[in-house]
Structures are given as structure tokens and as C-alpha cells.
């Protein structure tokens, strides 16, 4: 953090209840998990890349990859005590039981799967149905896994090659849990064609990056370098969007945007709300290249950038409200 943000944690310590490298307990959707305090500063609200005032922790969460380290406001965490482990306890079984009571193979509302959980729950399924079984492999759980981003830990581990991480805005984590709630369990839709598209979006963002005035490489070459990498997230999510962005329920609104559409690649359809997705599996997509590593760190900036202009302008960019799907298409994607 800035000079600036440490000085106001100093002086305000008394009003920060946590501290560096204390143990506590941590909110991730409605689980805890144990974590350790690496930064605790407090926020006037006046840092745009930090708009939430009051205080704040970088936490680590015991036993998971670095790349979900997080910033995480106050009331998210909990004394590491007994009263709160027993809490702990008492959450990760009414969970355990609501999956299953719903007979899936999924993460809890906003809280990534662990390898454990997914294991059991698909041994219940193959004793229900036959059918389910095939669904409920532990491959395709861990697909659906990636598919439904930010809710599952086994993706967030099953990384392999040097450690990427894309730090993704607190808001726009929030955005992808009301995604995954709005499609998952309202059966809701995003409205396609998006304004803007992806393809549109990344060149408002190409026109923005070349007319702001603290560009930290300007000139031609920084111009090419975004270009490219523009290019290149539009291939990726072209490739990736009929694979592992779609949840479910959307499979069969994609076969319908491929009939409509049949001269279109998904970058020209879909919007914001897709492409976020996209930056979640990311880092297991750069881990996987030959890439050396200035050229991962040069993507890794050029990425973040992209975020924060995301997060910046998320009231013109994402979806208000999304589509209500029609009873006769809710029985076509639940018999899919």
C-alpha cells in the first residue's frame, strides 16, 4: 500500500482489531477458513482503486495458493477462538447437508469446493442416478468448477507452472457472485447481443489506454504491446467460451446464439459479464505456456490494467438487470 494508506493505519491502530500476522478466522461466501493477517491499514475512501473507507486486511488463506490472497473489510473476519471454530464447525456441516438435500455436485452459495467435498458429493450422485453419474465425475465437477470461477478452490489449486496471479477488484468479485447467483439459482439470463460486446469493450479500453495521460510506457510501442494483448484475450475468449465460461443453464442460450448468429465469433455477441470470467482462468491458461518471464509480467500488468478499467466504468459495462428464460426454455436446458 502507499505511504500514505501505512500512515493512516499507524495512526489509527487503536481501531484496527486485527493485526499483521495474527491468525484469525475469515469469511469466503458463507464458510470460514483460517488465514493469516499480512496487512491491516484503515481507508479514507478517497483511493479510487480502493473506494470502500474503514478498515481492511490482506489476509492469506492457510493451505491455499497465493493467487487468492485477498483484501477483505472487517466484518469478514473473526478471532481465531473457540467459540469461533466451533461456528466454523457449525457452517461447514449445514453446508455439507444442503448439498446434499439439492442432490448437486457444486460449491456452496459464493465458497469455492474443496477437493473433499467435491469427491463425496459425486460418490452420492453415482448412488442416485446413473445418468447423474456421468455428470458428476470428478472430471466434469472440476470443469463445472472452472466454469463457476470464483466457487472453486480445487481450480484455484490445480494450477500448475510459475504463480500468475491477476488480482481481480473486490467489486468485480462481487459482480461474478451475483452472475453465478443470477444464473444458477434464479435462472436468469444475460440479454445477447451485449452493449458493448467484448470486442467493443476492448477497444473502448485500447481508445481509453491511448488518451489517458499517466500512461506508465506511452509511445508507439506500448500502443503495439496493447494491441496485441487485446488480440490475444479476444482469441482466448472465443476459444474458451463454449468450453468452460458457460454455466449449465446457458448452454442451450448459446446454441441459440450460434443459429442467429452464424457468422459471429462470441467476442461480437457476449459482454462484460462472460469476459470476467475468462479473467479468473487466466492464470492457469498463462502457467500453461511457454511464456518467459517478462513477457508473463508484461501480460500479467496489461491484464490488471484492463480490470481496473472494468471496475471503473462497471455501471456502463454490465447488465443491470438480467432476462427472465421462458418455461419452455428452463425444460430444454434441464433435460440437456
Known sequence: MTDKAAAASGSAATTLIFKPNERILCFHGPLLYEAKVVKAELRDGTDPDAPDPGPHYFVHYKGWKQTWDEWVDESRALKFNDENLAKQKALKQAALQASKKKSIVVASKHTPAT???????????????RK???????????????????SAQAFMSATKGPDVKIPIPNALKAQLVDDWERITKDRLLVSLPRTPTVAGLLE????????????RRPGRRDDEVVDEIV?????????????????RFERYQYQ???????????????????????????????AHTNMDDDAVQLLRENLGEILKYMHRFM??????????????YVAIAKAS
Open 115 to 129: 477437493p473433499t467435498q467435491q469427491r463425496v458429493d459425486s460418490e452420492s450422485e453415482m448412488q442416485r442416478s
Open 256 to 286: 441459440q446464439i450460434r443459429e442467429r448468429f452464424p457468422d459471429k465469433v462470441p467476442s461480437d455477441v457476449y459482454g462484460a459479464e462472460h469476459l470476467l470470467r475468462l479473467f479468473v482462468q487466466m492464470p492457469s491458461l498463462i
Open 231 to 247: 488480440e490475444g484475450l479476444k482469441m482466448y475468449f472465443d476459444k474458451a467460451l463454449g468450453n468452460v465460461l458457460l454455466y
Open 315 to 328: 455501471k456502463t459495462l454490465f447488465a443491470e438487470e438480467y432476462d427472465n428464460a421462458s418455461p419452455a
Open 204 to 215: 473502448q479500453y485500447k481508445e481509453y489506454r491511448r488518451a489517458s495521460k499517466d500512461r
Open 132 to 150: 447423474r453419474a456421468r455428470e458428476s465425475s470428478v472430471e466434469k465437477a472440476r470443469e463445472e468448477d472452472a466454469a463457476s470461477l470464483v
